[in-house]
């Protein structure tokens, strides 16, 4: 199983990146997919995440109406486009699959996903 994570960078407040996950290895479409992000010296956090169906999603508050996460099950891709970009964005990316349905009902534990990518770097300057 392999998820690969790209798409992070440096980029100036305000602007926008988009990231892409391509995983292989799992049957996708069973998948729940979630983005994590790391700041220096923070613990990995909940980002957004998004159902095996894609018809839920859910969000951190502090990223509701900048960034959107979406999935393309015929790329086994999943994206998370990342607007209006402020420097408390800043982090190492990572994106997670699990398997079916959370047991919790919330896509927010770490503890729910199965598989985790390498992470992505992405740098917003002020």
């Known amino acids: 199983v392999q998820l690969q994570a790209s798409g992070g960078g440096l980029v100036q407040a305000g602007g926008s990146l988009r990231l892409s996950c391509a995983a292989s290895?799992?049957?996708?479409?069973?998948?729940?997919l979630g983005w994590f992000r790391q700041a220096p010296g923070k613990e990995r956090e909940f980002v957004a995440a998004?159902?095996?169906?894609?018809?839920?999603?859910e969000y951190t508050d502090s990223v509701k109406g900048r960034f959107t996460i979406t999935r393309d099950n015929d790329k086994s891709t999943v994206y998370l486009r990342m607007n209006d970009l402020k420097p408390e964005d800043t982090a190492v990316y990572y994106c997670?699959?699990?398997?079916?349905?959370?047991?919790?009902?919330?896509?927010?534990?770490?503890?729910?996903?199965?598989?985790w990518g390498q992470g992505t770097l992405v740098t917003v300057s002020s």
């Open positions: 997670a699959a699990d398997y079916g349905v959370p047991a919790t009902g919330s896509y927010r534990g770490e503890l729910e996903y199965d598989y």
């Open positions: 290895g799992i049957s996708f479409g069973s998948y729940a």
């Open positions: 998004i159902s095996w169906s894609g018809v839920s999603t």
